[in-house]
């Protein structure tokens, strides 16, 4: 009866839940309503308006994959640019890489930042690297200002819900794109394969307007809704350039392996797609 349960309801048709130990930031910011969970098993949880952004216990399949695929494809990205992120667990991955000179995170609200970098202290405080930057900015504006190219950009963004539903558009991509360097690779969170198939449908139908190598993949994670995460590769380099690189050391859940696994899709989710598949 004394139990705590955090139950996350993205779907009217599917729940998930965690048992919750203590409550340990929980405040409005300015953008969104911010969780901090010490939760059984998955540990220090991050959630924002409800939805669970991550968790201490299985991270890894979401920031090893979203930043290791373009990096590595790319060969040795100097400038990395990196959408939302706030948690930085995406940049402490970006940063293993030695050929990274500087690496931006454009982060709406620095409440994320100040939160996760007090509590999730197993990224090893990746802000305090002198090639990291912090940009407080919506990405919109900062991507339109057109001022500074990339070699990798990074969409680590929440779901397509509310202000971060225009970080799924094509006019976000094109942004993305204009600020990309020729052979350069972007990677993006794109929702679920069994959720989501509509919405994946219609951004790869766009993308493959857009560049010659676009391609679907996707991790495991246990607390994302169904058990895993997709990501879009937007490229003119195909993603298999990557694996032929040497991987950065201490990974927890990539290996060439699960890289190449990654863009095998299951039968169901390859004929809604079959029509626009190229690489896969």
């Known amino acids: ?15 998930k839940s965690l048992r919750v130990k203590q409550v340990l930031v929980d405040e409005q910011t300015p953008f969104q309503h911010l969780l901090l969970l010490d939760t059984e098993f998955f540990g220090k949880t ?15 399949g979401y920031h090893e994959m979203i930043t ?36 931006i995170v454009c982060e709406l609200d620095r409440r994320v930042v100040e939160v996760s970098r007090e509590h999730f202290t197993a990224f090893g405080d990746p802000w305090a690297d002198p090639r990291a930057r912090l940009v407080v900015q919506d990405a919109f504006a900062f991507l339109e200002s057109g001022k500074e190219k990339f070699d990798v950009i990074i969409s680590d963004t929440t779901d397509p819900i509310g202000m971060a539903e225009r970080l799924f558009s094509e006019e976000f991509y094109r942004l993305m794109l204009q600020a990309l360097n020729p052979g350069g690779a972007i990677a993006t969170q794109c929702e679920q394969m069994f959720f989501d198939a509509a919405l994946i449908r219609e951004i790869f139908t766009f993308v493959k307007g857009l560049v010659e190598h676009p391609a679907y993949y996707h991790a495991l994670i246990p607390t994302y809704p169904g058990g895993g995460i997709g990501f879009m590769y937007v490229s003119n380099t195909p993603w298999t350039a990557g694996l032929s690189r040497t991987y950065p050391e201490g990974l927890n859940y990539m290996n060439p392996k699960v890289h190449q696994a990654a863009f095998a899709l299951p039968e169901f989710f390859r004929r809604q797609l079959a029509d626009l598949l190229v690489d896969q």
């Open 1 to 15: 009866m004394n139990e705590i349960w955090f139950s996350e309801q993205l779907h009217p048709y599917y729940r």
């Open 46 to 60: 991050l959630v924002l308006d409800g939805i669970i952004q991550l968790t201490e216990r299985d991270n890894a």
């Open 68 to 103: 290791h695929i373009p990096m590595l494809a790319h060969g040795s990205p100097r400038r990395v640019l990196i959408v939302g992120g706030g948690d930085g667990g995406s940049l402490q991955q970006v940063l293993k890489h030695p050929s990274v000179e500087e690496a």
